[in-house]
């Protein structure tokens, strides 16, 4: 149970708030590359409360600006993308990548305002497909390089769910919380005639496991289910790497979901989707990662379908409100690794209110160059059995 305050202080995002400033200062997943196109180089990006602009110019770079201009304040999302920038529609001022102010066309000549005028933006990164912000103070850390990022040896695929509206931490609590896969997940599709796609969480759970894990590059909270029954097993596990990030296997695939804080009470996910290929080769990559939208995890009447793990997902994490009471839950033994989640993030918070660096950070390149990290592979292996059966 956590006090109204508390509650405030691990939830909200905006400038300023001490969760806002600690997500602050992580690279952000804000955009899939594949969602710019030479016909629609631009995109509106909602990121911690902040309204901004992604914008990729005629020179391939991507800017991330805010979006209402310097001049007078309208959007620059209805502006014109140029090779050396982005020119807002209303007097046609000129902002490049960094918001550097290039043209003001009816400014004298010889008018210093130029100079002076600054477009706010933030530093962007493409990497594995997707478009990463830092929205934080300066110097920026080293955008990590997931190992799904950038191997080779099978497909990648992003897919963008539609805005989850709730606050982050909701889904985070969920990715700490193991036991719900059994009656959210595998007993509703069971129930509905789809026992092959929920059985491999359909099976006694005999023990939870939680860890926290501190390495070099990166920290979390690893869990651990230990399944008993006719087919018992015991998981190698798999992480919340902090503070937004699932790293999941999911059947044949392994699934980095990344969670963006849009603002207080919505969320924007994308399910980074990594398969394995059978031989380990490395194979030609397109150039740009396909991205797909997930369809509606609702009826037309409003009514969660139930039919997909999201749609389940998601019916949990809205229907807890928009930022949950934390005032009313009572938590169990099963509920240690969501203590373990606002234990991690409430010392981090701490961190970066006394001035240092939060865990997980990145500042030496020998500490990036590809970080691996182990997931259980069960969910490969009897996807495999049930596609043979
Ligand atoms: S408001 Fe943008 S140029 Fe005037
Ligand atoms: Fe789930």
Known sequence: MLSYDINQTLTRVGHGTPAGELLRRYWQPVAAEAELTPETPKLRVRALCEDLVLFRDGQGRFGLVEEQCCHRSASLFYGF??????????HGWKFDAAGACLDQPFE?????????????????????GMIWAYLGPAPAPLLPRWEQLLRADGERRIFILPVIECNWLQIMENSCDPCHTYYLHAHTLTLKGKDRAGAYHY?????????LVEE??????????????????????HPVIFPNFLLSPQREHIVMHMRLPVDDTHTKIFRYQFTPNNDGQDEPQPNIV???????LKNEDGVYHMNSFASHDAMAW???GPITDRGRENLGTTDAGIALYRRLLREQIQR??????PKGLIRDAA??????????????????????A
């Not at 099976?203 to 860890?211: A, D, Q, S, T």
């Not at 396909?290 to 509606?296: A, T, Y």
């Open 81 to 90: 993308v140029e090779d050396d920038g982005i020119r807002c529609p209303y």
């Open 108 to 128: 004298p000549k010889v008018s210093p305002l130029k100079e002076h005028v600054r477009q706010h933006a933030y530093p962007v990164q493409a990497l594995g």
């Open 203 to 211: 099976r006694p759970i005999e023990k939870l496991n939680f860890e």
């Open 216 to 237: 070099p590059n990166w920290i979390g909270v690893r869990k651990q289910r230990v399944y008993g029954g006719d087919q018992a097993e015991e998981e190698d596990g």
């Open 290 to 296: 396909p991205c797909e939208q997930v369809l509606p």
């Open 318 to 320: 809205e229907t807890q």
């Open 352 to 357: 970066v209110q006394n001035g240092e660096d």
């Open 367 to 388: 500490l990036n160059d590809v970080i691996r990290i182990e997931v259980s592979t069960g969910q490969r292996r009897m996807a495999r059995e049930i596609a043979k």
